[in-house]
């Protein structure tokens, strides 16, 4: 069983910053694929990046060159540095994560609101 807890979102000016934290439990993070996903009022779930134990990163077109995730494996932790944030970027931030044999895991999720 593996547990993530997110932290980091709050209310941000559009502009701002804001960096999400993703702490996993588990003794084998450095091999799981981590990925964050998004949830907008009223719309469905969707990916924004993700990161493979081999450090290779892909972002939703949406947030690239904007968003940067990436992994500490000494703290079993993943990162999602959000810059130039917009009013659509408003949403639910969950973490997940897929270990070696497939298996899934979601976070609980943190709140990130733009607005001025």
């Known amino acids: 069983q593996v547990q993530l807890v997110e932290s980091g979102g709050g209310l941000v000016q559009p502009g701002g910053s804001l960096r999400l934290s993703c702490a996993a439990s588990g003794s084998s993070f450095s091999m799981y694929i981590m990925r964050w996903y998004r949830q907008a009022p009223g719309k469905q779930r969707e990916w924004v990046a993700s990161?493979?134990?081999?450090?290779?990163?892909n972002y939703a077109d949406s947030v690239k060159g904007r968003f940067t995730i990436s992994r500490d494996n000494a703290k079993n932790t993943v990162y999602l540095q959000m810059n130039s944030l917009k009013l659509e970027d408003t949403a639910v931030y969950y973490c997940y994560a897929q270990t070696p044999a497939a298996v899934e895991y979601w976070g609980q999720g943190t709140e990130v609101t733009v607005s001025s």
């Open positions: 990161i493979t134990s081999k450090i290779i990163t």
